[in-house]
């Protein structure tokens, strides 16, 4: 697979690039957290094979797509991966984008306008649902992974363009069976941030005026906190700390099944 290679300032990839490469191996490894690809090249390529370097390789799935190279390895050949450019929002900030009754993308607005330093992508999505919340003191990724979550959709990149959309993949038919295909399977529950009471502190001391929000879901055993938010204004702690609790008040969940799947599946198809 050709990779035509761009310096780590480009944001344009239409070109012939710096240089084209043909590396030893790249396996692309795709889920809905992930995407990048895993390089082995010769130690000729170690002029082009830099940290941030950006390489534009075909995809599965995608087409042609920018990735960045970064944790290289240099010994009898040159290994590396590279994570598609969507992954630099990881290295912007963001300290509070609020949004009320707003749809998905009056979200993504909100969070591009409080991006620090200047966010080059372009943010687009046409969920029509309304939500109020606040993004606080995070990664301008981990506000679209909570945005996303807040309006059921799932974050999908294509070059420079993130988009939140409220469904991947198609159902092309396939069928994983026990005693069939699937090889074996795993379930995991992370518990570690439910709550279901909750004391939220503003500034000052601020609290709300019942003092505790409690969830409509409970358990044999309690899960309380009481947590500070950087707030003033006893609405949006209000707002804020029940947003907080509704979506903590459920452990997260993840499957993994490992399975011999013959015909052709991508990233998010219904099995």
Known sequence: ????????????????????LQPLEVIEKRNNSEWFLECEFLVDDKDWVQQDYIAVVETKEKGKQPFRFRNIESGITIRCEAWHIGF???????ELATVVNGNCQAALNALKADSTPVLPFTLTSSISTLRSFSVENMSLYEGLVDIASRYNGYIEMNGMTISIVSSIGSDNGVTLAYGKNIQESEV??????????????????????????????????????????????????????????DRYKVPQVNYKVKADVVQNVGLGDII
Do not use: H
């Open 188 to 245: 995991y529950e992370n518990w570690d941030n439910v709550v279901t009471r909750l004391k939220p502190i503003g500034n000052d001391g601020l609290t709300v005026a019942s003092s505790w929000l409690v969830a409509d879901v409970q358990y044999d055993k309690p899960y309380v906190k009481i947590m500070n938010f950087d707030t003033d204004d006893i609405n949006n702690l209000q707002l804020v700390a029940q947003l907080y609790l």
């Open 88 to 94: 630099d929002t990881q290295n912007y900030g963001v």
């Open 1 to 20: 697979i050709p990779m035509i290679i761009f310096l780590p300032n480009e944001t344009v990839f239409t070109s012939n690039g710096e240089k084209v």
